[in-house]
Each structure stands twice: as structure tokens, then as C-alpha cells.
């Protein structure tokens, strides 16, 4: 197959303007709402019956998701969000033996890893332990070593953290954790879809993500997960009936018999709407060069790097300079970022905000150009300059 241009915005509903959020939410690709209405038109013809084509629609996504995070096919599962299939995964993974009980995980994590990593803490009496941040943006390798030493059980990692957009090692920290005696799982929501990844390869015992940002299936989508083959034999420590064999789950046994390969930790019945999306949306990277990709976003994040330096002085670079340590956003920070950011929406260009004022500016190779990125960078120049920051009103509580 002839390997699709990177750059191409016709494949996605654009809106007006520039879209500089693909890390939060990325754009609709009409690959996707084909595959929905596709679904749907199953649904009004074949009602019940539609089950016959919707069965196994998970697995079936498994090949291309499993491209994306460099695993085998059977080492994957679309399903649930990040929160779920964190619950879903910890009580499987995290086996706390004598003085080996704690967990561990980052005090720059995204809330909902934490709640969830705390959760299983306090259910076994253990304590969830946080590694520290120097500069409150990202972490020193010192300090990630430092942490994992024989007390702790499970190691739970961000790939890319979500505000600065530092990109770990995903390789040297699993090999750091496992030489310690550390079961290690990632979170990949900041990474998949941007940045190549050879979880299988790394050793990873698990990993999970969601498929709203980068992978562009939409609000809600089915997240997904990973589980080394290693671990496969495993009977998940929390079971439905959608990870049963898929040979016998309609034999309506009392006893589960654990499904083949990640799919056994699935629980109910898959939202098959959304699934479709995410079917429709993994289109997009078919044929794909996972490292050209990549090249193309470090091309445009370097830019954007430059000109920030260039031009906008006032604001704090907080993501890592070099190339092998951020993922595929640039974060800036200053006082009054969010005022800035609503200026930005209302001039038709959408940024990504997250507190304490850090713009989050996300060039995807798929519909950003170099014009996108010089765009954007002006308009922050012109409304720091007018003053338009001070005046601008709007945001509501998740912007
Ligand atoms: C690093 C990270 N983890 C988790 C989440 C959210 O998890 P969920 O898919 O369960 O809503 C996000 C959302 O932006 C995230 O950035």
C-alpha cells in the first residue's frame, strides 16, 4: 500500500480557524462518522441481529491499535477509559509481599491515576508514594530512581506528563523498576498516537490509555490497555462476562473461563457506537509511518519551541528541550495564561488551558501546518501586546 501523506486536513471535519487541542480532544475524522452511521445503519436494519457483525469488534481493533503501541495483537484491548481499566488492572498487578507493599507513582500524574492508585492503597493499608518534582514541572531521573527502591510493589508511570509534556524512558524505567523487583504499568493517554512505542519489547507489564486525544475517536471513547504476553495466563482478579472465552461465553456458564489474551479483562458489553468511532478513527494511521510521524510533530513542537523562545519572552518554555524528552505538546506558562487563552478562542484558535497557568499548544502532523504554529504564536503576541488579555470574559469550569 502507497503510504498516505502525513498532512491531511481534508480527512477531518475542520473547523473554522486553528486547532491547536488534538492533546485533549482530538478532530472529528469523517472516517469515524462513516464507521458510526455505519453501525447505526446495522442497528435499524438488523436490530438484534446486528450482534452477528458486533461481536468481537473489540478484537477485530486489536491488529491496528497493537501497531500503535508496539504490542502483538492478542496484548491488547480497546476498552473502557483510563480510570477503569486502572481499577481493572491494579488488583491483577498489585500482589504486596512482607516489607514489598507500596505503591508508586508521580506528583505530576494526571488526578484521576492517583485516586485510583490511592484507592487500592487504602483498601490494602498501604501507603501510595509520590516521586517529587524539582521545579514542579518534571521529574529529575535522580528522583525517579531514587524512588523505586524494595518497599515499593507496583510502579505506575506517566509516558508524557500531561501538563509540562516531559516524555519518559519508557524502556531504561520499566528495566530500572523490574531490576528492583517492581511490577511497572504506563500511562500512555499523552503518547499514543504520537509518539512510537515498543511496549512489548520495553518489558511493560501493563499499560493503559484513552483514544480522545491523539488517536481522534472522539468524547468518550473506548480507552484501551496492554498486557505483556508474559502475564497472559493470568486469570484477571476482576472478571466480567465479556472477557470469557469468546468460544463459550454464550454457553451461559456459571464458571468464567478466561477469554484469550488481553480481551479477558473486558467486563460488560462494549459501547459499540463509540467502538465504531474509534474503528472509524484507527483508519487514519493505517499505512501510516509511526516514525515519520513522529519526526513531522517534532518538527512543528520545534518550531513552536523557537518562536516561543523568539517571541514570546514572558512566558516559562516548561516542557523539555531536547527531542527525546517531550511528547507531542509544548506547554508555556505565565500568570495570565488563561485569560490568554480565552482571547486566543475567541480569535477562532483553540489552545489547550490547564492550571496553574499552563497553555498547552498540540501541532498535529494530520491537520496542523507551520502556518498553524506561526499563527498561533502571533496572535499571542498581538493579544499580550493589545492588552486584549485583560478584557477578555468566557471559559466555564472545563476551560
Ligand atoms: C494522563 C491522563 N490520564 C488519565 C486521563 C483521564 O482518564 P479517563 O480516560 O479515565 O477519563 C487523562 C485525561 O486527560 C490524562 O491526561
Known amino acids: 500500500m502507497p503510504k498516505p501523506d502525513l498532512y491531511r486536513p481534508e480527512a477531518f471535519a475542520m473547523p473554522p480557524g486553528i486547532y491547536m487541542d488534538g492533546n485533549s480532544l482530538g ?54 477509559s483510563i480510570t477503569t481499566n486502572l481499577h481493572l488492572l491494579l488488583p491483577t498487578f498489585y500482589r504486596p509481599q512482607g516489607q514489598r507493599r507500596h505503591l508508586l507513582a508521580t506528583e505530576l500524574d494526571f488526578p ?16 501510595l508514594r509520590l516521586i517529587p518534582s524539582r521545579d514542579g514541572h518534571t521529574l529529575h531521573p535522580d528522583d525517579i530512581a531514587a ?26 524505567w520499566t528495566a530500572h523498576a523490574h531490576a528492583q523487583g517492581c511490577v511497572v504499568g504506563w500511562d500512555a493517554a499523552h503518547s499514543i498516537g504520537a509518539v512510537p512505542h515498543q511496549f512489548h519489547d520495553w518489558d511493560a507489564d501493563f499499560a493503559v490509555w484513552c483514544s480522545y486525544k491523539y ?18 495466563g493470568t486469570v484477571p482478579a476482576l472478571r466480567g462476562w465479556w472477557g470469557n472465552d469468546k468460544a ?41 509511518d509511526l516514525a515519520q510521524l513522529r519526526a513531522r510533530s517534532l518538527e512543528l513542537t520545534g518550531l513552536l519551541l523557537t518562536l516561543a523562545d523568539e517571541q514570546l519572552p514572558e512566558m516559562q518554555v516548561i516542557t523539555p528541550r531536547a527531542e527525546a524528552e517531550r511528547g507531542g505538546h509544548i506547554s508555556l506558562q505565565w500568570e495570565h495564561n488563561r485569560q490568554v487563552s480565552l482571547a486566543l478562542r475567541a480569535r477562532g484558535i483553540v489552545p489547550d488551558y490547564r492550571e496553574p497557568g499552563i497553555l498547552r499548544l498540540a501541532p498535529i502532523p ?16 498581538e493579544i499580550i501586546d493589545s492588552g486584549e488579555y485583560r478584557t477578555v470574559g468566557g471559559g466555564s469550569a472545563v476551560s
Request: glycine residues 10%; aromatic residues 8%.
Open 215 to 232: 488517536l481522534n475517536a472522539g468524547p468518550g471513547a473506548p480507552g484501551g490497555l496492554f498486557v505483556h504476553e508474559r502475564h497472559l
Open 366 to 381: 494530520f491537520y496542523n501546518s507551520e502556518a498553524d504554529v506561526r499563527g498561533t504564536v502571533q496572535a499571542i503576541r
Open 112 to 127: 484521576t491515576d492517583l485516586y485510583a492508585m490511592r484507592s487500592w492503597a487504602d483498601l490494602n493499608g498501604a501507603e
Open 27 to 80: 478532530l472529528m475524522p469523517h472516517a469515524a462518522k462513516r464507521a458510526v452511521e455505519s453501525r447505526l445503519a446495522d442497528w435499524a436494519e438488523l436490530a438484534v441481529v446486528g450482534w452477528d457483525r458486533w461481536f468481537g469488534l473489540s478484537e477485530a481493533l486489536s491488529p491496528a491499535l497493537s501497531r500503535l503501541v508496539g504490542a502483538r495483537p492478542e496484548e491488547v484491548i480497546a476498552t473502557g
Open 248 to 288: 463459550s461465553q454464550f454457553k451461559m456458564a456459571n464458571d468464567y473461563e478466561r477469554g484469550e489474551g488481553a480481551g479477558a479483562y473486558q467486563l460488560g458489553t462494549p459501547p459499540i457506537l463509540s467502538l465504531a468511532a474509534l474503528e472509524g478513527a484507527l483508519e487514519v494511521y493505517d499505512g501510516v
Open 147 to 172: 524512588a523505586i527502591t524494595g518497599e515499593i510493589a507496583l510502579v505506575l508511570l506517566p509516558t508524557v506528563l500531561y501538563r509540562s509534556g516531559q516524555l519518559l524512558d519508557v524502556a531504561r
